[in-house]
């Protein structure tokens, strides 16, 4: 398996890195619902490492698990594939919303991208103010240099609908006291959200389906690479702005290349050239349905996407070998 020219990615790498997520998906399921947050992510880690030495690829994950809460890693700089085929860069969240699965609550997913080398930001694990909308609007609708009051008006009008009709998905955390106040004071809506920010700016994507129309506020700065990763596939938009309010964060940005410490990262500036990405439920939620137990077989739902082609692909898949998962 090679690389095409324009750095482009073997199609075949569509399905087999749904069998990435699908794998850390059902060890992390094992384990929904016993309040071991630690636990279910080292399994989805486990399962994910392993699979990840299966794929024919040299592949370098550039954004990894986070250091903040001390969780078990696939560090980044790491290599995984079986060092043959393309070299490429790999985005993951082996278990996006520990908390969640461990409380088995809506939207825990398991999350990968995989994009041509140098195709990725290198992030610093630091905090991101963010915007995103899905696809359909004109380009620079929604912007951080607007208030979150006109982003709300100016996307309202684009749809076509009073402002009332629009809802935000946010962090439910103390540092968004103020804007949940503006945006409700404006009239739009609000679905507040304990954890998975990935899953969030995702939910942009398909409106219809989730009725949340965009995203936004501060979460994590590697959970808004693999964000854009999947919007780069659907064709929304997103921008993100480190927050870097620290002599500490600064040297970290610094030694990862960060040059502008106020620089708004666009969606092609997070995420370019051809990327494929695929997310796996772990509990229920608004675009997944969690991993299902049977007697003779495992359910897993997963989302597939690709850049270069704007396919999304959704894969229900009845495996009925439970060996494969130790099972």
Request: charged share 25%.
């Amino acid at each position: 398996m090679s690389s095409a020219p324009g750095g482009s990615l073997d199609r075949v790498l569509s399905i087999e890195i749904a069998r990435v997520t699908e794998r850390a998906a059902v060890a992390a399921a094992l384990l929904r619902g016993r309040g071991d947050e630690k636990a279910a992510d080292q399994a989805a880690v486990d399962a994910m490492r392993g699979e990840l030495a299966r794929l024919p690829i040299q592949g370098t994950i550039v954004i990894g698990e986070g250091e903040r809460d001390e969780a078990p890693m696939l560090f980044i700089g790491e290599k995984v594939g079986t060092g043959e085929g393309p070299q490429v860069d790999i985005a993951l969240d082996p278990l996006e919303g520990t908390t969640v699965c461990a409380k088995n609550l809506p939207n825990s997913l398991t999350v990968i991208a995989v994009a041509a080398k140098g195709s990725l930001l290198n992030a610093p694990d630091v905090y991101m103010e963010k915007i995103a909308i899905g696809p359909g609007y004109p380009d620079g609708i929604v912007s951080l240099r607007q208030s979150a009051s006109e982003n709300l008006n100016a996307l309202a009008s684009a749809k076509g609908v009073p402002i009332g009709e629009i809802t935000a998905c946010i962090l439910d955390r103390p540092r968004h006291a103020k804007l949940i106040a503006e945006i409700r004071d404006c009239g739009a809506s609000i679905r507040l959200i304990g954890d998975g920010d990935v899953a969030g700016v995702i939910h942009t994507t398909d409106s219809e389906s989730t009725g949340i129309d965009i995203y936004m506020g501060i979460g994590g700065a590697p959970e808004g690479v693999l964000a854009a990763a999947a919007l780069r596939c659907t064709g929304g938009q997103m921008e993100g702005r480190l927050q870097l309010n620290t002599n500490q964060k600064r040297a970290r940005a610094e030694a990862m290349g960060v040059v502008d410490p106020y620089r708004i990262y666009r969606l092609d500036d997070l995420a370019f050239g051809d990327v494929i990405f695929a997310a796996t439920g772990v509990t229920d939620g608004n675009l997944l349905d969690g991993v299902r137990f049977y007697g003779n077989r495992i359910e897993t739902h997963t989302l597939v996407m690709r850049s270069s082609s704007r396919t999304v692909r959704d894969v229900r898949a009845r495996h009925y070998d439970r060996r494969k998962f130790g099972l």
